[in-house]
């Protein structure tokens, strides 16, 4: 059974804390992506990598890392340093960047 | 800088109705444009993919259009059901990303 995964459905994050979204496909895709979606806003690319071991920054990166160790995942960790967090995140896979984007089932992220 | 737009914002139509939803982008420098279609608290599903050489696409019921020059794109959805009500965000794919309208929410009443 194909596809793109994401855990949990629902993260809490407490004041100061790291926290990572996990992302995992079983498609084959060299290309993976992390988008962030708030009330109102399209979505807004965070990081993107086409290769492992390679990533580069999307519009909107700082207070965010990922990792892309495994072709399969491509885990986002959401920093401290991130004042604004709350909000739906969004990850995706592609065969290559001009490809069709298949989306995962979304993380949604709440600050307590 | 790439900046696309969705009209209406909303739209709410009886069953059965044809209708039409709208994209326009700024940059005509595109390799595809592609639809989506997102239900509440979830991913987003693929619908059509145009590359920039093609005129339109179809799957179904549905029909979407590219016209690079002017920078617009639409998805023509045919007999509408209560199954279609969703959000509908059309992309753009630039070098290296794709750029995201802000959604047409669409609600079809039985």
């Known amino acids: 059974d194909g596809g793109i995964t994401q855990s949990p459905k629902y993260l809490f994050r407490k004041e100061g804390q790291n926290v990572t979204l996990s992302c995992e496909q079983n498609?084959?895709?060299?290309?993976m992506y992390w988008y962030r979606q708030d009330p109102g806003q399209g979505l807004r690319l965070i990081y993107y990598?086409?290769?492992?071991?390679?990533?580069q920054k999307g519009d909107i990166a700082e207070g965010y890392s990922v990792s892309r160790e495994k072709k399969e995942s491509f885990p986002l960790t959401v920093t401290s340093a991130q004042k604004n967090p709350t909000a739906f995140y969004l990850c995706?896979?592609?065969?290559?960047?001009?490809?069709?984007?298949?989306f995962g089932p979304g993380t949604r992220l709440l600050v307590l | 800088k790439q900046e696309v737009t969705q009209i209406p914002a909303a739209l709410s139509v009886p069953e059965g109705e044809n209708l039409v939803l709208n994209c326009s982008f700024t940059?005509?420098?595109?390799?595809?444009l592609q639809w989506f279609r997102q239900d509440p608290g979830k991913g987003l599903t693929s619908l059509l993919l145009?590359?920039?050489?093609?005129r339109e696409q179809t799957s179904g019921r549905l029909n979407a259009s590219l016209d690079k020059s002017s920078g617009r794109s639409t998805l023509y959805i045919a007999a509408s059901q209560p199954g279609d009500s969703a959000t509908y965000l059309c992309?753009?794919?630039?070098?290296?990303?794709?750029?995201f309208g802000t959604g047409t929410r669409l609600l079809v009443s039985p």
């Open positions: 995706a896979s592609a065969g290559s960047l001009q490809e069709t984007q298949y």
């Open positions: 498609l084959n895709h060299d290309a």
């Open positions: 990598s086409q290769i492992v071991n390679d990533f």
């Open positions: 940059d005509s420098a595109i390799y595809n």
């Open positions: 145009i590359q920039s050489s093609q």
């Open positions: 992309a753009v794919s630039g070098f290296q990303k794709l750029v």
